[in-house]
């Protein structure tokens, strides 16, 4: 788990929009997996196993968990049953609780960021991205999303977390890397630093 750290204005989420095939950098490489890739659109991005949770969710509110998750995929047309039960497989190997038929506009902030992450998920992604994943959530919701990222660290992924919390970054990451005005200034082991470094 990688705390991308730095003032509003640093350049995380532009750095992460490029990653997600958002935008397009001027210059540089992208290297997934120690292969060098270009990244030219989100679709891209899901191909490389790289999905982004954004701080304002993209979901339809007057949709289901389920056809959230499924929505722009070829698998809308398939049976609700079986979409059903892959979505509870899914959700049963990450931790994550969600109801595949409760509409979106009948969930609380923290079950809406589940049904993102379950539908970069569903895509197959194992590089997650989450731009600021806590700036709406309570203390409690917090430590769930934290128990859920570190099921997911321990099931291979990949996980980024932009984030300008110092102590959420001790509580989470193993690595953390900080950016100020565009550039990368340091990435330092977790363990081997503290808050005031």
Not at 69 to 77: A, C, D, K, P, Y
Not at 89 to 108: N, R, Y
Request: some cysteine; glycine content about 6%; overall charge positive.
């Amino acid at each position: 788990i990688l705390a991308l750290l730095g003032e509003n204005g640093s350049g995380k989420t532009t750095l992460m929009n490029m990653l997600s095939g958002i935008y397009h950098p001027d210059a540089g490489t992208t290297c997934v997996s120690g292969r060098e890739v270009v990244v030219k659109s989100p679709s891209d991005a899901a191909a490389l196993g790289i999905g982004m949770i954004h701080q304002h969710f993209k979901l339809v509110d007057a949709f289901s968990a389920m056809d959230n998750i499924v929505l722009g995929t070829r698998e809308r047309h398939v049976k609700a049953r079986l979409l059903r039960k892959r979505i509870e497989q899914l959700s049963q190997t990450f931790g994550l609780a969600v109801e595949p038929d409760k509409k979106i506009c009948e969930m609380s902030v923290s079950e809406k960021q589940t049904v993102e992450i379950l539908k970069v998920l569903y895509r197959g992604a194992r590089i997650l991205i989450l731009d600021e994943p806590t700036a709406v959530l309570t203390p409690q919701e917090i430590e769930k999303l934290f128990e859920i990222l570190r099921r997911m660290k321990a099931q291979g992924c990949a996980i980024i977390i932009i984030t300008h919390k110092l102590n959420e970054v001790m509580a989470i990451s193993d690595r953390v890397t900080v950016l100020r005005k565009g550039k990368s200034i340091a990435t330092v082991n977790t363990a081997e630093t503290d808050e005031q470094q």
